[in-house]
């Protein structure tokens, strides 16, 4: 990749010459007083920290951004690294000026090394933002602190969205020079982040340049062999497509200068993380991805574009179902274009874009553009305020959940994922987060629509409500006079409900009934699920303390009103308990004399565990205990027929005189299943045996053997069902679908 050099400031003023005399001293001013606050300073590659901010105002520069956003994007470390007031930059530079500093600012000295790649790359700086001496906090206070700044970063946004572009300038430049930074699991980890997060925020601000740059970055430092793999491939057609482009280009220039329409046509490859992308969603390797040449039509009017469209139609042949008319639907963002795919010269798969020239530019500078237009009074105000519509959902987001950690995440699947596009009884395209439910669908149309929601027909026909909608689906809710939502709504292992908005409407119902029906409800819920997982030896309290409450009522309030999940609890007391079996005292004779051996070699495909110092004996699970991936193990050595798997809690174990026999072991490669036994209990009748395996088959797992045990004096009936489960993960959710089948009142995990 081409090394990035950042200008110098007289080559940066030179370049806003779009700016006037005034303008171009306030950058000047900024300049001088930002390296005088940096001096001293380096990045992580050794050069001076000034060049930083000079090539966050480069790329402001490219956007053709105001005198006063390049200023702050010169300033925009000086309070974080130099310890600079905000008072001084209000005084010298004005209030707008020291908004979008603060804004960008958000980061807490304390973690602002280790959270964001921003400054020096995490490398060490001289000066006040290095007394912490690069300390490393501790994991989840990393997370729980990471979460806040993005929260206060995004709510900042929401009345200064500028601020979110001189973020994506400054996290585009330090992706840019992410090399600099020798441990790879960071670089790894600041890639995720722009993959997860600022890549999707430059596309909901249509900033499409930093959208498209920023995931090959990325792309390349989360899979640097697939990049390089598809770089060199595309790098070997080079110069068949260097003449192929120019040939087509010709060929469009022709048509149009015939009838008589000026237009700009270019040529590119489709950037290389959208062809990796095209490759996993089609499952296709690199060769046949055909349409990696596209080309983009600039023309003067909305008419033009579509004259130019019948032009290309008329020369090439159309993809049928590969055409998009953005301009008569914008996208969510405000991106505006036709998107065309043909069969060109020599049988090519080609992709076409026709837009005018203001439409380029919304769609290249995005956001930035809008600004422009709209500080200059000119008719873009309801674009620019269509463009950053999403920021205004982060209030909702805000005043329903005070977790940042949990508005974060909302940010990622509500905001930030996939779209499927559902259409309203009325016709009235609606765009939901992919995977979305009726429920889900029901409440983005009125909270008072999903809390009273009882059913749903999607294309006429009646679905459960936990249908997962497909694009161009026509949904219409089905509704109660009265009510409210199901608390099995907020379980996520029966995938109710996708997304955070639902599940924070549900959990504001729940939260205005009374306390002591979630007392009740939550206390029923925690009862269930520490039979299910055989837990009952937990008390009430300890659980509390773990989670923080007070008291054991807090706890099933909290419960009840959705707060907190039962999985969650689950997932946290089961950790606990591993770690308590680790550090217990182990029986006599037991631990002490199980051979120790410093460092296991890697499992080999295909082996389900793995023995301490040796590869490829023969292993099976024990019966008795039914062991499980991620459940604590031990190794039974017997006569002639390899090693036994136990769980390292099994009786059969612990109550053996051999400890001679015994050896360390741990899970080695995921195997396809796992055979575990459940009993299910339940009022007899008609058809149960039936409902209960299809549960289990709709999950797409097997049953080994079933028996069922019922009698005429009683009306209780009791299965048990050898299943083939991947995880504990998926036997929990089974489990928690089979208690949901008419008549069933109990499923345990069934253990000898």
Same mark, same amino acid.
């Given at each position: 990749?081409?090394?990035?050099?950042?200008?110098?400031?007289?080559?940066?003023?030179?370049?806003?010459?779009?700016?006037?005399?005034?303008?171009?001293?306030?950058? =000047?001013?900024?300049?001088?007083?930002?390296?005088?606050?940096?001096?001293?300073?380096?990045?992580?590659?050794?050069?001076?920290?000034?060049?930083?901010?000079?090539?966050?105002?480069?790329?402001?520069?490219?956007?053709?951004?105001?005198?006063?956003?390049?200023?702050?994007?010169?300033?925009?470390?000086?309070?974080?690294?130099?310890?600079?007031?905000?008072?001084?930059?209000?005084?010298?530079?004005?209030?707008?000026?020291?908004?979008?500093?603060?804004?960008?600012?958000?980061?807490?000295?304390?973690?602002?090394?280790?959270?964001?790649?921003?400054?020096?790359?995490?490398?060490?700086? @001289?000066?006040?933002?290095?007394?912490?001496?690069?300390?490393?906090?501790?994991?989840?206070?990393?997370?729980?602190?990471?979460?806040?700044?993005?929260?206060?970063?995004?709510?900042?946004?929401?009345?200064?969205?500028?601020?979110?572009?001189?973020?994506?300038?400054?996290?585009?430049?330090?992706? =840019?020079?992410?090399?600099?930074?020798?441990?790879?699991?960071?670089?790894?980890?600041?890639?995720?982040?722009?993959?997860?997060?600022?890549?999707?925020?430059?596309?909901?601000?249509?900033?499409?340049?930093?959208?498209?740059?920023?995931?090959?970055?990325?792309?390349?430092?989360?899979?640097?062999?697939?990049?390089?793999?598809?770089?060199?491939?595309?790098?070997?057609?080079?110069?068949?497509?260097?003449?192929?482009? *120019?040939?087509?280009?010709?060929?469009?220039?022709?048509?149009?200068?015939?009838?008589?329409?000026?237009?700009?046509?270019?040529?590119?490859?489709?950037?290389?993380?959208?062809?990796?992308?095209?490759?996993?969603?089609?499952?296709?390797?690199?060769?046949?991805?055909?349409?990696?040449?596209?080309? +983009?039509?600039?023309?003067?009017?909305?008419? $033009?574009?579509?004259?130019?469209?019948?032009?290309?139609?008329?020369?090439?042949?159309?993809?049928?179902?590969?055409?998009?008319?953005?301009?008569?639907?914008?996208?969510?963002?405000?991106?505006?274009?036709?998107?065309?795919?043909?069969?060109?010269?020599?049988?090519?798969?080609?992709?076409?874009?026709?837009?005018?020239?203001?439409?380029?530019?919304?769609?290249?500078?995005?956001?930035?553009?809008?600004? +422009?237009?709209?500080?200059?009074?000119?008719?873009?105000?309801?674009?620019?305020?269509?463009?950053?519509?999403?920021?205004?959902?982060?209030?909702?987001?805000?005043?329903?959940?005070?977790?940042?950690?949990?508005?974060?995440?909302?940010?990622?699947?509500?905001?930030?994922?996939?779209?499927?596009?559902?259409?309203?009884?009325?016709?009235?395209?609606?765009?939901?987060?992919?995977?979305?439910?009726?429920?889900?669908?029901?409440?983005?149309?009125?909270?008072?629509?999903?809390?009273?929601?009882?059913?749903?027909?999607?294309?006429?026909?009646?679905?459960?409500?936990?249908?997962?909608?497909?694009?161009?689906?026509?949904?219409?809710?089905?509704?109660?006079?009265?009510?409210?939502?199901?608390?099995?709504?907020?379980?996520?292992?029966?995938?109710?409900?996708?997304?955070?908005?639902?599940?924070?409407?549900?959990?504001?119902?729940?939260? *205005?009934?009374?306390?002591?029906?979630?007392?009740?409800?939550?206390?029923?819920?925690?009862?269930?699920?520490?039979?299910?997982?055989?837990?009952?030896?937990?008390?009430?309290?300890?659980?509390?303390?773990?989670?923080?409450?007070?008291?054991?009522?807090?706890?099933?309030?909290?419960?009840?009103?959705?707060?907190?999940?039962?999985?969650?609890?689950?997932?946290?007391?089961?950790?606990?308990?591993?770690?308590?079996?680790?550090?217990?005292?182990? @029986?006599?004779?037991?631990?002490?004399?199980?051979?120790?051996?410093?460092? @296991?070699?890697?499992?080999? @495909?295909?082996?389900?565990?793995?023995?301490?110092?040796?590869?490829?004996?023969?292993?099976?699970?024990?019966?008795?205990?039914?062991?499980?991936?991620?459940?604590?193990?031990?190794?039974?050595?017997?006569?002639?027929?390899?090693?036994?798997?136990?769980?390292?809690?099994? *009786?059969?174990?612990?109550?053996?005189?051999?400890?001679?026999?015994?050896?360390?072991?741990?899970?080695?490669?995921?195997?396809?299943?796992?055979?575990?036994?459940?009993?299910? *209990?339940?009022?007899?009748?008609?058809?149960?045996?039936? $409902?209960?395996?299809?549960?289990?088959?709709?999950?797409?797992?097997?049953?080994?053997?079933?028996?069922?045990?019922?009698?005429?004096?009683?009306?209780?009936?009791?299965?048990?069902?050898?299943?083939?489960?991947?995880?504990?993960?998926?036997?929990?959710?089974?489990?928690?679908?089979?208690?949901?089948?008419?008549?069933?009142?109990?499923?345990?995990?069934?253990?000898?």
């Amino acid at each position: 990749m081409t090394k990035y050099f950042p200008p110098t400031i007289d080559q940066l003023l030179a370049k806003l010459d779009y700016l006037s005399e005034d303008g171009r001293a306030l950058v =000047r001013l900024a300049y001088d007083f930002a390296a005088k606050q940096h001096e001293g300073q380096f990045r992580s590659s050794g050069d001076p920290y000034i060049t930083h901010p000079l090539a966050v105002c480069d790329i402001l520069a490219d956007l053709r951004s105001d005198a006063e956003t390049i200023a702050a994007g010169m300033l925009h470390d000086v309070v974080e690294d130099c310890g600079c007031p905000p008072e001084t930059i209000e005084a010298l530079f004005g209030t707008k000026v020291r908004d979008l500093v603060i804004g960008v600012t958000k980061l807490s000295k304390q973690t602002a090394r280790e959270l964001e790649p921003t400054d020096s790359h995490g490398g060490t700086v @001289p000066g006040p933002a290095s007394s912490n001496g690069g300390s490393r906090p501790s994991t989840p206070s990393r997370q729980e602190e990471w979460a806040e700044n993005m929260r206060q970063l995004f709510m900042s946004s929401v009345e200064h969205p500028l601020i979110l572009v001189i973020k994506l300038a400054d996290r585009l430049h330090n992706m =840019r020079t992410l090399d600099a930074i020798e441990n790879k699991d960071k670089r790894k980890r600041i890639a995720q982040e722009t993959m997860d997060i600022f890549a999707p925020v430059a596309n909901r601000l249509g900033m499409w340049q930093i959208k498209w740059e920023l995931e090959d970055l990325a792309f390349r430092h989360l899979e640097p062999e697939l990049y390089d793999q598809l770089k060199k491939k595309i790098a070997q057609r080079r110069r068949g497509r260097e003449r192929f482009v *120019k040939r087509v280009i010709e060929m469009i220039e022709k048509d149009c200068r015939e009838a008589g329409i000026e237009v700009e046509v270019s040529g590119r490859p489709k950037h290389i993380y959208s062809i990796w992308r095209k490759m996993m969603r089609k499952g296709i390797p690199f060769e046949e991805v055909y349409d990696i040449h596209g080309f +983009r039509v600039i023309t003067k009017s909305v008419t $033009d574009c579509y004259t130019v469209l019948g032009l290309v139609h008329t020369r090439w042949t159309p993809i049928p179902g590969e055409f998009d008319d953005y301009i008569a639907r914008p996208k969510e963002n405000g991106y505006q274009s036709l998107h065309t795919a043909v069969i060109g010269p020599g049988g090519v798969h080609m992709e076409v874009q026709i837009r005018t020239r203001e439409m380029h530019e919304m769609a290249e500078q995005g956001v930035a553009a809008h600004w +422009r237009y709209k500080e200059g009074g000119g008719r873009y105000d309801a674009e620019f305020a269509n463009k950053v519509a999403w920021l205004r959902a982060l209030v909702s987001y805000e005043e329903e959940t005070k977790d940042a950690t949990e508005m974060v995440e909302s940010l990622r699947t509500d905001l930030f994922g996939d779209r499927v596009y559902v259409f309203t009884p009325k016709g009235d395209l609606l765009s939901l987060p992919s995977g979305s439910t009726p429920i889900d669908f029901a409440y983005y149309i009125h909270t008072e629509v999903g809390h009273r929601c009882r059913g749903a027909r999607v294309n006429g026909k009646m679905v459960r409500l936990d249908y997962k909608l497909q694009n161009r689906d026509r949904v219409e809710i089905i509704t109660a006079k009265r009510g409210g939502p199901s608390r099995d709504w907020l379980n996520p292992h029966l995938g109710y409900v996708r997304t955070s908005r639902a599940r924070s409407k549900i959990r504001a119902w729940f939260r *205005k009934q009374k306390r002591e029906q979630n007392i009740v409800a939550g206390k029923q819920a925690l009862d269930r699920l520490l039979k299910q997982h055989k837990l009952r030896s937990v008390s009430y309290e300890e659980i509390a303390q773990v989670f923080d409450f007070e008291n054991v009522d807090d706890l099933f309030a909290a419960i009840g009103y959705g707060d907190i999940s039962t999985e969650r609890i689950a997932g946290r007391l089961i950790t606990l308990k591993q770690r308590e079996a680790e550090e217990e005292e182990p @029986p006599p004779d037991l631990q002490s004399l199980i051979p120790e051996i410093a460092v @296991p070699p890697r499992a080999r @495909p295909g082996d389900e565990v793995t023995v301490r110092g040796v590869e490829g004996l023969l292993t099976r699970m024990a019966q008795c205990c039914n062991p499980l991936p991620g459940e604590p193990i031990v190794g039974y050595i017997t006569r002639g027929r390899g090693i036994t798997i136990h769980r390292a809690d099994c *009786k059969n174990i612990l109550n053996r005189n051999e400890p001679e026999r015994l050896i360390q072991v741990e899970w080695g490669f995921e195997t396809p299943t796992y055979s575990v036994p459940i009993i299910v *209990k339940a009022w007899n009748r008609a058809g149960l045996l039936r $409902d209960v395996t299809s549960v289990v088959a709709a999950n797409g797992i097997n049953i080994s053997s079933t028996t069922t045990q019922t009698n005429k004096k009683s009306p209780f009936a009791s299965m048990i069902l050898t299943i083939d489960v991947k995880d504990a993960e998926q036997l929990t959710r089974v489990m928690h679908q089979i208690e949901r089948v008419p008549n069933v009142f109990s499923v345990e995990r069934l253990r000898v």
